[in-house]
Nanobody
Framework: QVQLVESGGGLVQAGGSLRLSCAASGRTFSRNAMGWFRQAPGKDRVFVARINWSSGRTYYADSVKGRFTISRDNAKNTVYLQMNSLKPEDTAVYYC????????????WGQGTQVTVSS
């Protein structure tokens, strides 16, 4: 089993910053990648960012490129999402997810953390 626990959400004014963390535990050694997704009220969950665990290569949704940065700390088994220049449209519940077993998709999800950006 794999457990993912997000933290770091909150309320911030437009233009501000937040850093989300996702601590992974359990059978994570075989992961291929970890990702961040978000779900705004009344909308589908959408991709935000991804990091390949071994190479560190990153991918971003167009809506967050240049503002968000995904990173990982292997020693802490944690993935981060640094969010800068936040906009009201970034308001959502943010989820981290793990691609375990590798290449099978995001089978493990955290409980989510709320990010609210006020205008």
């Amino acid at each position: 089993q794999v457990q993912l626990v997000e933290s770091g959400g909150g309320l911030v004014q437009a233009g501000g910053s937040l850093r989300l963390s996702c601590a992974a535990s359990g059978r994570t050694f075989s992961r291929n990648a970890m990702g961040w997704f978000r779900q705004a009220p009344g909308k589908d969950r959408v991709f935000v960012a991804r990091i390949n665990w071994s190479s560190g290569r990153t991918y971003y949704a167009d809506s967050v490129k240049g503002r968000f940065t995904i990173s990982r700390d292997n020693a802490k088994n944690t993935v981060y999402l640094q969010m800068n220049s936040l906009k009201p449209e970034d308001t959502a519940v943010y989820y981290c997810a793990a691609d375990i077993p590798p290449g099978t998709g995001y089978n493990y999800w955290g409980q989510g953390t709320q990010v609210t950006v006020s205008s």
